[in-house]
């Protein structure tokens, strides 16, 4: 194995190489549109420890589960893909019975993918600005910036999103050099600082994990929207130390009583 902290590419047995992790997930992620078992082996299913609440643990194998699914005509779209250490995260584009938004998170041992998270709300919009939920750029750049946009955005969710300090919003964001994916909002960061504020609104209390490839950031947080407990994912695009970019999904956490396995959203 060789590893960087940027990626891990994983070399078989016979020195063929094979593909880096955050391809892998593609690959799975595709193969539910698919129904392909191949990609199924990066998951150690022994291992693997389930955070989606509505998913039951175990009582079904992902190959069985991926071929069920594949004969619905189900419609996959990974938009974006990045890797940090064991962790891969992914945004996507889902359509099943409806249109969803997703971001995808797995974390790796050994090579496999042993535990995972997601958060998945409806697509919605475009909005006002004419940006949709999954548009705008998909490459990480500016790599040997990784850990100084983690600390930047990291700075910004705890000051702005958690503490409510609004009025610091443009230490972190320039009017006029921002796009907002998010379809209830716009590029215009007025209604962005009336939305944070707005606590009965949306509200972030924890933020539990933050990864990072070079301009790309993503948060995962937990809070509410209009009262109901929620997990929130927030995906930052960066530019010379300055956000300028943001998508994020929004997912109601629903009560243990109803959950299907018992590892937590988070």
Not at 22 to 30: E, P, Q, T
Not at 69 to 83: D, G, H, W
Not at 192 to 215: C, F, N, P, W
Not at 231 to 237: C, E, P, S, T
Request: charged letters at 25%; glycine letters at 8%.
């Amino acid at each position: 194995m060789i590893h960087s902290p940027k990626c891990m590419v994983w070399f078989d047995p016979k020195g063929g190489k094979k593909m880096p992790n955050k391809d892998r997930i593609r690959a799975l992620l595709k193969s539910i549109e698919t129904g392909d078992p191949e990609p199924i082996s990066v998951v150690n299913e022994a291992k693997y420890i389930q955070h989606n609440p509505q998913t039951h643990e175990g009582s079904e194998g992902l190959a069985a589960l991926f071929k069920r699914l594949s004969q619905t005509n189900p419609k996959v779209n990974i938009v974006r893909a990045f890797e940090d250490g064991d962790f891969v995260f992914a945004h996507t584009e889902y359509d099943f019975s409806r249109r969803n938004i997703g971001f995808e998170v797995f974390r790796f041992d050994q090579g496999q993918a042993v535990e995972h998270w997601d958060n998945i709300q409806p697509r919605l919009g475009p909005n006002l600005s004419g940006h949709d939920m999954v548009g705008g750029s998909t490459e990480a750049r500016d790599l040997e910036q990784t850990e100084d946009n983690r600390s930047t955005v990291r700075d910004f969710v705890q000051t702005v999103l958690i503490a409510g300090h609004v009025a610091r919003l443009d230490d972190w964001i320039t009017q006029g050099a921002f796009t907002e994916h998010n379809p209830h909002l716009t590029d215009d960061l007025t209604g962005l600082v009336q939305h944070i504020s707005d606590k009965s609104a949306v509200g972030y209390h924890h933020m539990h994990r933050i990864l990072a490839e070079g301009d790309f950031v993503l948060t995962v947080c937990e809070g509410s929207r209009n009262g109901q407990h929620s997990a929130l994912y927030d995906l930052f695009r960066l530019s010379e130390g300055r956000i300028v970019e943001h998508w994020d999904t929004v997912e109601k956490v629903a009560p243990a009583s109803e959950w299907k396995n018992d590892n937590g959203k988070f």
